[in-house]
């Protein structure tokens, strides 16, 4: 990952980079971090080396040769027995702008906890690219990551309200979870639209962390950026008085061999799952997770007790012909029960 830094020069020059990380060693993916770091020993730290871009790998990522000086064999033979060490050939994000052939410049900065490289400006003519200059809102965005790693905050949704106070009450749960998702924030934008078509209500909107006193707008940006990245909502709170739960609800691709993809209509079929953890008193930890997979709901339960177990078995028939009678039908439904791991003690 490259954080560019913006450079009002000659807009036919790429743009300082404080960091160059390459991402794995060419035709060693499933080599260990330790032979990457034993070819960094060829390098010395605040050495300059020349560089070439070999080839592309994606929109902004290279195939980079860097070219390390001669080594000596034995501190005391002479200049005439100096031996040249193996090129490194790493993958590189260096941007959009990089050209196949193009030489760089890269000052080695160190190999831990990353093998880090710092992109130096050319001073020569023929030197081609473009400076990267921040727009406004990405100038606030970054101050707001930089914000949120100083903070240490998680892209976790940590809930202050309880959900419910209806336990007992499944349609009360139901509709008490779809509103503590609605207003955690993160959808704010898409609910500031909705409020433009009237859609949506202008006292909801009000409800939302946005519009409370000690918003921290450094955190909910940070949690946005992370659902966005990964397609993921994770919350973590009171689902009742006295009860926590770990919440996920997430949308991926079906595989393109899966059944229900051959089933499917669309050949880009999406599948969406939410997965609940929750540490009862007299059951200890059940995780539940069910998947939407075109209007086909399945369901999974896991507990780690034997008895939770055998009682999750006695009743999951029941739980099916209590779906069915609301409307629900229910392609699979299955208990298992997760095996215990002790670890040795010395």
Do not use: C
């Amino acid at each position: 990952m490259f954080i560019h830094k913006p450079e009002p020069s000659n807009p036919q020059q790429i743009g300082s980079v404080y960091r160059v990380v390459p991402v794995l060693p060419v035709g060693a993916i499933n080599t260990p971090s330790q032979e990457l770091a034993a070819q960094a020993k060829q390098l010395t730290p605040g050495e300059t080396y020349d560089a070439r871009v070999m080839q592309r790998v994606s929109d902004t990522t290279f195939l980079v040769q860097i070219n390390s000086k001669q080594t000596q064999v034995n501190p005391n033979q002479a200049q005439a027995n100096l031996t040249q060490a193996q090129p490194l050939l790493l993958k590189m994000d260096i941007g959009q702008q990089a050209k196949l052939g193009q030489t760089l410049s890269l000052q080695y900065l160190q190999a831990q906890p990353e093998l880090t490289f710092l992109l130096k400006q050319p001073s020569t003519v023929g030197y081609t690219g473009t400076a990267v200059n921040l727009s406004q809102a990405g100038s606030l965005l970054g101050q707001y990551l930089g914000l949120a790693e100083a903070q240490q905050l998680s892209t976790r949704y940590e809930a202050i309200n309880v959900i419910t106070h209806f336990p007992n009450k499944p349609q009360l749960v139901a509709q008490d979870l779809k509103q503590a998702l609605s207003q955690t924030g993160l959808f704010y934008e898409s609910h500031l639209q909705a409020l433009s078509q009237g859609q949506y209500a202008l006292s909801q909107l009000r409800q939302e962390p946005q519009n409370q006193a000690g918003f921290n707008p450094a955190h909910i940006t940070f949690q946005q950026l992370a659902v966005l990245e990964h397609q993921r909502f994770s919350w973590h709170g009171e689902v009742w008085p006295g009860q926590t739960m770990t919440w996920d609800v997430y949308q991926q691709r079906l595989p393109s061999d899966s059944n229900a993809q051959a089933q499917s209509e669309s050949p880009e079929a999406t599948w969406t799952a939410t997965e609940l953890k929750i540490d009862f008193p007299h059951l200890g930890e059940v995780k539940a997770k069910l998947s939407l997979v075109n209007g086909h709901l399945r369901i999974h339960l896991e507990s780690g007790r034997t008895d939770t177990f055998a009682l999750l078995q006695q009743q999951k028939t029941k739980l099916a012909q209590t779906m069915q009678e609301n409307h629900q039908s229910i392609d699979a439904l299955t208990v298992t029960q997760t095996p215990t791991v002790i670890q040795e003690r010395e």
